[in-house]
């Protein structure tokens, strides 16, 4: 089945620096990726809606200017924590939209665990 | 909007005994709606889904969902339990543009 890769698996960072997280689509071409946060024994929460070629949505809540997403390529999104704080520790988790084949299907990234200090 | 409710944050069962979790649903069109699982230190795994097709939905590992429209249900089964099926599950409901709306959780306990 199609694979969704997420770098790092974990990172861990000082409070005021930025960290960011690569999704990749691994066999397939995404025109939309998602970013969702998972906090500890919570559920997923939708960060943004990542857009190949434009620019990403995000959802009530979410600072985009803190949480910058970049979908510069079909294969490719990136999810920049800037000035993390220890608040911005959480799972981060993507997902990728394979529209190929007629159906839609979404597959999900392992995950990233970002712990600031 | 579309939403979903799962009624159990955590449901304890025996091995070899059946397994329900329940799910309600909200939604102003005919709706997709999925079950996730995440093992501890897993990534999500997709379990089944029903997109307005039967609404029986047979899924992996034994699982099955009925979509009930009257009572607004998508309740996730399984005959017998697994000590392996110790896990999060998570009712999912799609929304426009194909993100997907989570539900809180359940986590599923199964004792020897």
């Known amino acids: 089945g199609a694979v969704v890769s997420q770098h790092p698996s974990w990172v861990i960072c000082k409070s005021g620096t930025s960290v960011k997280i690569e999704c990749r689509s691994l066999d397939f071409q995404a025109t939309t990726m998602f970013w969702y946060r998972q906090f500890p024994k919570q559920s997923l929460m939708l960060m943004a809606t990542?857009?190949?070629?434009?620019?990403?949505?995000?959802e009530q809540g979410v600072e985009k200017d803190k949480f910058l997403i970049n979908h510069a390529s079909l294969t490719l999104s990136t999810l920049t924590v800037t000035s993390a704080h220890p608040e911005d520790s959480s799972f981060y988790i993507c997902?990728?939209?394979?529209?190929?084949?007629?159906?839609?299907?979404?597959?999900f990234g392992p995950g990233t665990r970002l712990t600031v200090l | 909007a579309q939403s979903v409710t799962q009624l159990d944050s955590h449901v304890s069962v025996s091995e070899g005994t059946p397994v329900l979790l329940r799910c309600n649903y909200s939604?102003?069109?005919?709706?997709?709606l999925f079950w996730y699982v995440q093992h501890p230190n897993k990534g999500l795994q997709l379990l089944l889904k029903y997109t307005s097709a039967a609404t029986l939905v047979k899924g992996i590992n034994g699982f099955e969902a009925e979509f009930k429209k009257s009572e607004t249900s998508f309740h996730l089964t399984k005959p017998s339990a697994h000590m392996s099926d110790a896990a999060e599950y998570f009712c999912?409901?799609?929304?426009?543009?194909?993100?997907?709306?989570f539900g809180k959780g359940t986590s599923l306990l199964v004792t020897p």
């Open positions: 997902s990728a939209r394979d529209s190929g084949g007629g159906e839609v299907k979404q597959y």
């Open positions: 999912v409901v799609s929304r426009s543009g194909y993100a997907l709306n």
């Open positions: 990542s857009n190949e070629g434009s620019k990403a949505t995000y």
């Open positions: 939604s102003s069109y005919s709706p997709s």
